[in-house]
């Protein structure tokens, strides 16, 4: 029996853990959307997402020398891929996104990623689906529809394509409930950090790659100095430390639990959009946030 109990309290300690490093994570994440919606009409998104990532990626160099020899063969190739596909195209996409459509619109989307991550879960059999879990998740979603809704009503102060920035910004989160599901058994095998020095260096290389071959390389010289301040918190803050933080969290409990976090930026964002970017919410993007805490606030009722 004690050691029955000492399990469970492991356990508990263990998605405690997750819960404060997934909801320190999603702060950054809400800041790097207000931030970088501010900068995307600025720089290039792919450009900006490589700025981002790629200095991000050389503080894991080190660390994947040293962890190399404890990689097994077999997971080279899934990894580096994993790595390709959220830490060199999501950049890209997320920069994109915001290039069109706002950042509340833009943080309201990400917390689509929960579903999705559901079901990707329930699809590979590493997930359970659960009545408050799936009732939470549907109240994001009908948010986020809510949100989606408000492109067609021209009286809306959106952009003219913010629709096509919405949908950039959902292909993007289909890619990181991808990575989400997918790195979980690499984290538990090995570490956050060898998983995080894999993947973003995988990706870093990737951006590299895309922005020598497209000629963007010398728009680097036209960077002012608040922009490289700019650029700093986002490669530091937002990549660096944020998906360190994130990579670490799906290490310790089921993915859904921690993808749930993903609902919180939009408050955030909402609240730093008028101040920084003077984006007012209009009536029907204040319905969808209601929703989206709604289905915080239910997902949480559901237990792993």
């Not at 990623?113 to 990707?120: G, N």
């Not at 629709?163 to 989160?173: E, P, Q, R, S, Y």
Request: glycine share 8%.
């Amino acid at each position: 029996m004690p050691t029955l109990l000492s399990a469970n309290r492991s356990d508990e300690q263990a998605k405690t853990m997750a819960i404060l490093t997934a909801g320190l994570a999603s702060l950054l994440v809400a800041l790097t959307v207000v931030v970088t919606r501010g900068i995307v009409d600025r720089i290039d998104p792919l450009l900006l997402g490589f700025l981002r990532y790629a200095p991000a990626g050389v503080f894991f160099v080190p660390a994947l020398i040293l962890r190399t020899k404890d990689i097994a063969a077999r997971d080279w190739w899934p990894m580096i891929g994993l790595g390709v596909m959220f830490y060199g195209l999501y950049p890209w996409l997320f920069s994109a996104a915001l290039n069109f459509t706002t950042a509340l619109h833009a943080a309201l989307i990400i917390t689509l990623m929960p579903m999705i991550t559901l079901v990707i879960g329930v699809l590979t059999r590493t997930e359970q689906l659960q009545p408050a879990k799936v009732l939470g998740i549907s109240l994001a979603i009908g948010g986020v529809i809510t949100a989606f809704s408000e492109s067609f009503f021209k009286e809306q102060n959106l952009p003219d394509r913010a629709l096509t920035g919405d949908l950039i910004m959902l292909f993007a989160v289909f890619l990181s409930a991808l990575f989400n599901v997918g790195s979980q058994r690499f984290v538990k095998r090995y570490s956050a950090l060898t998983v995080t020095a894999v993947c973003m260096t995988s990706g870093s290389v990737v951006l590299l790659i895309s922005v020598a071959s497209t000629g963007l390389l010398p728009a680097i010289n036209e960077l002012t100095a608040p922009d490289w301040k700019i650029l700093a918190f986002l490669c530091l803050g937002g990549a660096l430390l944020g998906n360190l933080l994130w990579v670490f969290a799906l290490g310790l409990t089921a993915p859904s639990r921690v993808a749930v976090f993903a609902m919180f930026p939009p408050v955030g964002v909402a609240a730093l959009g008028m101040l920084l970017l003077g984006e007012i919410p209009s009536t029907i993007a204040l319905c969808g946030l209601a929703l989206v805490l709604a289905g915080i606030y239910t997902t949480q009722l559901g237990r792993n």
